[in-house]
């Protein structure tokens, strides 16, 4: 008998820690409370955990460290850890889906065989699974790096980009765990490498990779991107965002400098009055809606580096 494997990945866009990628054929087991890791609690992703271990038919981790990745690259990381997981599956398989939009074993004997499927985490119980496996041996494995960098909180922020992470790198340096090829970092530390995120010298092309950049920050935070560059003949949203069933209309700003002052401060009320009257006209689908307007900042600091979201109304 042949199985779906389904694979999702772990640890796309923080600055320090593990790139991990999860695989998982189900088989015969019937587990009930699959879903997106993120979207489910600590104790609940662990108990799940332990049940894929024990009853999925085959489960494979497919690992990439910091130094590796600030090496080879995010995107051939990707493939790395995708390839590493795989080669962990033992029982036979006729299908592979992987969340997203990208076949990471494209150019391999494996890359027939897979079906790439956005928000397949949602809807594929073997991908729901390897999101949570994936999910909690990371965790597990930047809990154990915060007794051994201590200061640094990654059993809080799992070393994603928060301000308290700032402070902790800014107060005592990096660790062999930081990704110095991710421009934040490399900002930080005055370190030269490859950015994360690099801009072209057109307006257009910075605006579409400060949304490009906001898209990835909001996936990392837990966000739904349901609409990027939404529009009409009378009005246009750059990302609408969804978490915990609210609407987020979010206006994305780029600055080149500190110097431009934050992105709140190009809201202007005929600004805000445009942004008002798209969401509206967008919630006329979603009328019982929570919704809220939004502005995220972006500065360029050798790369793209996101400041946060903050609300508008």
Not at 3 to 20: K, N, Q, S, T
């Amino acid at each position: 008998m042949s199985y779906i494997v389904g694979i999702d990945e772990v640890g796309r866009g923080p600055w320090a820690g593990p790139l991990v990628v999860g695989a998982v054929v189900l088989g015969e087991a019937h587990i009930e409370g699959l879903t997106d890791s993120k979207k489910l609690s600590k104790a609940k992703r662990e108990a799940l955990a332990r049940r894929i271990v024990d009853e999925a038919a085959g489960y494979g981790l497919g690992w990439v460290d910091a130094e590796e990745l600030d090496r080879i690259g995010l995107s051939e990381s990707l493939a790395t850890a995708t390839r590493r997981a795989l080669e962990q599956i033992t029982v036979p398989y006729h299908e592979i889906i992987i969340d997203g939009t990208v076949n990471f074993l494209s150019g391999t004997g494996k890359g027939p065989y897979v079906t790439v499927l956005k928000k397949a985490d949602l809807l594929i119980g073997a991908v729901s699974a390897a999101s949570i496996i994936a999910k909690v041996a990371r965790d597990d494995y930047m809990a154990a790096l915060a007794e051994r960098y201590g200061g640094y909180g990654f059993e809080r922020h799992v070393g994603y980009g928060t301000a308290a992470h700032r402070k902790a790198v800014e107060s005592l340096g990096v660790t062999p765990e930081h990704r110095r090829s991710f421009a934040p970092i490399a900002a930080l530390t005055g370190v030269s490498g490859t950015p994360h995120r690099t801009i072209d010298g057109t307006n257009k092309q910075m605006g579409n990779d400060a949304e490009t950049a906001t898209c990835e920050w909001l996936s990392d935070g837990g966000f739904d991107v349901v609409e990027r560059n939404w529009k009409t003949r009378f009005c246009e949203i750059d990302i609408v965002a969804k978490k915990d069933d609210r609407f987020y209309f979010i206006e994305v700003k780029h600055r080149k400098g500190t110097g431009q002052g934050g992105g709140l401060a190009a809201i202007t009320p005929r600004k805000l009055r445009q942004m008002r009257f798209a969401a509206s006209l967008y919630l006329t689908r979603h009328s019982d809606a929570d919704a809220c307007l939004a502005v995220v900042t972006t500065t360029d600091s050798s790369g793209i580096v996101v400041e946060g979201l903050l609300t508008v109304e």
